[in-house]
């Protein structure tokens, strides 16, 4: 499970990486340096479409106390249309998850922070229809 405070309405429902200008490569997290073309990569905004399939997976069985309601639970490395990785909650059932189902993104809110009124919003994947 990845968490992370979205700051703005436009990141919060999205995967936002990014890409390099001058060798195409897609990245999630974002990140500012790309690492094949250093100097001469030309990093921009990329939204990711947040369709992939299942890389390779595990089943959780003893869940961290955040989620014990919902264990055992599915984690997985999920491969993006766009060639990056990404490591997600995959919301199905233990036996119904295997390498190479199509999945994809969605969005939730995980939790409210009091007083300051962070919101931070997670994404998990769930099956798609083949
Ligand atoms: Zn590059």
Redesign the pocket.
């Known amino acids: 499970m990845v968490v992370r405070t979205w700051r703005s309405m436009q990141e919060r429902y999205n995967l936002i990486g990014s890409k ?1 200008k ?2 195409g ?1 897609v990245y999630f997290p974002a990140r500012s340096v ?1 690492p ?2 250093r100097r001469k ?1 030309e990093l921009e905004d990329y939204k990711l479409n947040g369709k992939g399939k299942v890389y390779t997976y595990s089943v959780v069985y003893a869940a961290p106390k955040d989620f014990e309601k919902q264990s055992p639970y599915v984690i997985g490395i999920v491969e993006l249309e766009e060639g990056t990785k990404i490591t997600s909650q995959i919301d199905c059932e233990p036996e119904e998850v295997k390498i190479g189902m199509p999945v994809e993104a969605t969005f939730r809110k995980i939790r409210e922070d009091g007083c300051d009124g962070v919101i931070s919003y997670g994404y998990k994947f769930v099956p798609t229809e083949q």
């Open positions: 390099c001058t060798c490569t790309c094949e073309c990569g």
